[in-house]
């Protein structure tokens, strides 16, 4: 099969565990996706909130040129900014890897650091992670976007980095999609489940993730068993709920998957990394059909990369 997956950790946890990318014993390897026929990865280089006066700069700084010392030390693994990039990784046989940011503190207030995120190849821009920063508000406040905030996402979009709203507030999100809506550029939800089937403030609402389809985004399902039931424990049948949902609004188009692999401290009963997708994929064929296992793994977010890069 063919897989696009639109968010995972794997980046910062080799970089902390000092694990290589061909080889290990995280959720993503190169290992692990060699049962693929093509494989495009985005890898988040995740930037926890109390880092500051540069230490979170520094950190992506570090973790991106591990990322890129571990790709180029395997002839099967590319880092594209671009989708003819991507196309050209696939026509060789290689994996296909882009870059995101997740927590836009490491800009500390530096609107120019945005450019240089771009010029490191850095394509996606995951705002916020948890409570308020510089950017504005996560999940978990009510705060929307600060005036450097509108000021990056304006920046952002106009130099071709695509603007993620998982983890944002739902001012945050709504506000952002105001702008995509002006602009008209896409938004992307990379990883968040939808609310109307677990009540996490993570997860998106249906009018939130129609807004996002109706910019040309995508939302990405995340593996999180929390976001998943609110019991927090989950398993695939609650994965094939929320891509249920979704399906029933009339996004069969706009969903993919975002797994959060390697970003999480558990998964849902059944999955173990990126192994098991192929798993995953035969139970949505088998609850919906082939066509739609084949827009949430593959096709839906193949258009999308084709259209914003």
């Known amino acids: 099969m063919n897989y696009i997956d639109t968010h995972c950790d794997t980046a910062f ?37 109390d880092l500051s006066n ?13 990322l890129k010392l571990e790709i180029e ?14 196309e050209a990784a696939f026509s060789e046989g ?9 927590g836009g503190n490491i800009l500390d207030a530096k609107i120019w650091r945005t450019d240089e995120l ?4 850095v394509r996606f821009l995951t705002l916020v992670w948890k409570g308020e920063g510089c950017i504005g508000g996560a999940f978990d406040t009510e705060k929307g976007l600060t005036a450097f905030g509108r000021r990056v996402v304006k ?40 609310f109307a089937v677990c009540e ?12 996002i389809a109706t910019s040309g985004g995508i939302i990405g399902i995340s593996m999180a068993p929390s976001h998943l039931n609110e019991s927090g424990m989950a398993d695939i049948s609650d994965i094939i709920a929320h891509i249920g949902h979704y399906l029933d609004i009339g996004l069969a188009d706009n969903i993919c998957t975002g797994c959060d692999f390697d970003g999480v401290s558990s998964l849902p009963a059944g999955i173990t990394g990126i192994g098991d997708i ?15 296992a084949e827009k949430i793994f593959f096709r839906n977010a193949e258009r999308f990369l084709r259209t914003v890069l």
């Not at 771009?118 to 190849?121: P, T, W």
């Not at 603007?163 to 507030?169: A, E, K, L, N, W």
């Open 155 to 194: 920046t952002a979009m106009e130099k071709g980095i695509v603007i993620d709203v998982s983890h944002g507030s739902g001012k945050l999100t709504d506000e952002c999609l105001d702008i995509a809506e002006s602009t008209g550029k896409p938004i992307i939800a990379t990883h968040s489940n939808s």
């Open 94 to 102: 290689k994996r296909a890897f882009f870059l995101a940011v997740e």
């Open 13 to 49: 946890e080799m970089f902390k565990k000092k694990e290589p990318l061909s080889r290990n014993s995280l959720h993503i390897s190169l290992e692990a996706a060699q049962n693929f026929e093509k494989y495009a990865q985005i890898m988040a280089i995740w930037s926890q909130n």
């Open 200 to 211: 996490h403030p993570r997860n998106l609402t249906d009018e939130r993730a129609r807004r």
């Open 278 to 292: 192929e798993k995953l994929s035969a139970a949505v064929e088998k609850e919906f059909s082939a066509d739609t």
């Open 54 to 66: 540069g230490e979170g700069w520094s950190q992506f700084a570090a973790v991106l040129e591990n």
């Open 118 to 121: 771009y010029d490191a190849g």
């Open 73 to 86: 030390k395997n002839e099967k693994a590319a880092l594209c900014t671009s989708f003819a990039q991507c």
